[in-house]
């Protein structure tokens, strides 16, 4: 069974930088990894994905330039690196993991974490 489980998140002001980890069993390192996030209100949105091969990115245009996402096969963790944060990028942070081939489509993901609060204040 593919558990999913991410840390890091917290409450920091605007321009600071944190540090997400997606820790993951259960094979589901062979997955490509995502990070979701859900504001208050909002439909859950893409913000970055990681191949399981050959490492290729992708970002939401709100962090390009901003976030970097990374993988960590010998200790399977995905990270999320966000830095200059603003407030509209506080929200439940997801990590997620598909099997199949790309897509950044929310219903298209095979297993879900069970999220971690970010907070950025003005």
């Known amino acids: 069974q593919v558990q999913l489980v991410e840390s890091g998140g917290g409450l920091v002001q605007a321009g600071d930088s944190l540090r997400l980890s997606c820790a993951a069993s259960?094979?589901?390192?062979?997955?490509?990894m995502y990070w979701f996030r859900q504001a208050p209100g909002k439909e859950r949105e893409f913000v970055a994905v990681i191949s399981r091969s050959l490492g290729i990115t992708d970002y939401a245009d709100s962090v390009k330039g901003r976030f970097t996402i990374s993988r960590d096969g010998a200790k399977n963790t995905a990270y999320l690196q966000m830095n200059s944060l603003k407030p509209e990028d506080s929200a439940v942070y997801y990590c997620?993991?598909?099997?199949?081939?790309?897509?950044?489509?929310?219903?298209?993901?095979?297993?879900w974490g069970k999220g971690t609060l970010v907070t950025v204040s003005s």
């Open positions: 997620a993991a598909r099997l199949g081939g790309w897509s950044t489509t929310k219903d298209d993901m095979d297993y």
């Open positions: 259960g094979g589901a390192f062979s997955y490509s």
